[in-house]
């Protein structure tokens, strides 16, 4: 069992920087591959940015290059530099965790890019 806390949204004008966090709980954490998910007006959670044990990532075109995913295993953290912020960016970014058939969803934090 993994429990996901995610940290760190708020509002912020265009082309700015939000940083976002989560915390895992609970053990063999450096063996999942972590991710970050928005959830727009749509209500689809896509794929924003995937990092795996080994440290690889990838990430949706509409974020590339302003958005950076990170990990750090000794701490549980999973993180989500965004930078050069888009109204279009607005969301609700939920944190997920997967190994195989294990997928685990944080509560949410949401982002709102907004002049």
């Known amino acids: 069992q993994v429990q996901l806390v995610e940290s760190g949204g708020g509002l912020v004008q265009p082309g700015g920087s939000l940083r976002l966090s989560c915390a895992a709980s609970?053990?063999?954490?450096?063996?999942?591959?972590m991710g970050w998910y928005r959830q727009g007006t749509s209500k689809q959670r896509d794929l924003v940015a995937r990092?795996?044990?080994?440290?690889?990532?990838n990430y949706a075109d509409s974020v590339k290059g302003r958005f950076t995913i990170s990990r750090d295993n000794a701490k549980n953290m999973v993180y989500l530099q965004m930078n050069s912020l888009k109204p279009e960016d607005t969301g609700v970014y939920y944190c997920n965790a997967r190994l195989e058939y294990l997928n685990y969803w944080g509560q949410g934090t949401q982002v709102t890019v907004s002049s």
């Open positions: 609970g053990s063999m954490f450096s063996i999942y591959t």
């Open positions: 990092i795996t044990s080994g440290g690889s990532t």
